[in-house]
């Protein structure tokens, strides 16, 4: 069943709980209304983790458009969550704001991947962004989340900068009720926080991956080898139960190249797995 409104914006949810029973991670009780569905969950590396792609076919939200996602990964449960393609928030002449709101629950035992692709901000959007994750005992959460003002690199339209607009997007992980990380950025076009050395520089993407661990691995060498080979900026931060890194630069797929890298490297030390690419990220 599609909703919308009389004011004609797509109010789309989508509300899953997973759980492991019988050495399997499952889908157990869904709900979902609007365009916004998963697949049928894939299993490369075994029944314990499962590998699901979540769908919004429309691809795009305009002036009043919502879309709500709830996860809840129950004790033990292992899921990555990943989308087929970049999201993308169209130029709004209203007054509406469009906008994305991620709530993960991660109970002990339990991990979430979420590795969805990049979102686009286009010119003249106004648009919120918000993921809340709550981790109960030693849940583990793996996050990012790739954002790119306009498009300034597109061969099809070289002026597609984000002159217009403004995009608000918020990052807060709790863990057994305290504060562990919060993000939270307020950006209008051609304010001191999109132009400034204190902001984002003039550059089209900002990247954050956080992950709620202390690392026990060495990623200085390793950081340096990999910004070596990126046109932007990549930062690596190691604070009390939490790895943060950064990216700016005008190139999205260097932002996933970085971050898929790292994420190969240290999944072994938190999850004793090799990096399991999902099928969908190579087609």
């Not at 599609?2 to 869904?30: E, I, V």
């Not at 129950?74 to 970049?86: G, Y």
């Given at each position: 069943?599609?909703?919308?409104?009389?004011?004609?914006?797509?109010?789309?949810?989508?509300?899953?709980?997973?759980?492991?029973?019988?050495?399997?991670?499952?889908?157990?009780?869904?709900r979902s209304y609007g365009p916004l569905r998963v697949q049928r969950p894939f299993y490369p590396e075994g029944p314990q983790f499962m590998h699901l792609y979540l769908l919004h076919p429309p691809g795009g939200l305009v002036a009043g458009d919502k879309l709500s996602i709830d996860i809840h990964a129950?004790?033990?449960?292992?899921?990555?969550?990943?989308?087929?393609?970049?999201g993308k928030l169209y130029r709004n002449i209203t007054d509406l704001w469009q906008g994305q709101y991620v709530r993960i629950t991660v109970k002990e035992g339990a991990s979430v991947e979420w590795l969805p692709m990049e979102n686009i901000v286009f010119s003249g959007a106004k648009g919120h962004l918000t993921t809340e994750v709550e981790i109960f005992g030693d849940g583990l959460f793996v996050g990012w989340e790739i954002t790119c003002l306009g498009r300034p690199h597109c061969d099809e339209d070289a002026n597609e900068m984000f002159?217009?607009?403004?995009?608000?997007?918020?990052?807060?992980?709790?863990?057994?009720?305290?504060?562990?990380?919060?993000?939270?950025?307020?950006?209008?076009?051609?304010?001191?926080?999109?132009?400034?050395?204190?902001?984002?520089?003039?550059?089209?993407?900002?990247?954050?991956?956080?992950?709620?661990?202390?690392?026990?691995?060495d990623y200085t060498?390793?950081?340096?080898?990999?910004?070596?080979?990126?046109?932007?900026?990549?930062?690596?931060t190691q604070k009390p139960g939490v790895l943060i890194a950064r990216y700016l630069g005008d190139h999205a797929e260097d932002a996933r190249t970085a971050f898929e890298l790292m994420w190969h490297a240290i999944r072994p030390h938190i999850l004793n797995r090799k990096g399991c690419e999902p099928r969908i990220w190579r087609t």
């Open positions: 069943m599609h909703a919308k409104s009389n004011t004609q914006q797509w109010l789309a949810y989508f509300s899953g709980h997973f759980k492991f029973a019988h050495g399997r991670t499952q889908m157990g009780k869904t129950d004790t033990n449960a292992h899921l990555l969550m990943t989308t087929p393609s970049a002159t217009t607009g403004e995009l608000l997007q918020t990052l807060t992980i709790r863990q057994d009720g305290q504060w562990l990380f919060k993000d939270h950025i307020h950006i209008v076009a051609g304010s001191e926080m999109q132009t400034g050395l204190a902001g984002l520089q003039g550059k089209s993407i900002l990247a954050t991956c956080v992950i709620n661990r202390d690392i026990d691995f060498e390793w950081q340096e080898t990999i910004a070596s080979q990126l046109k932007g900026t990549l930062a690596i």
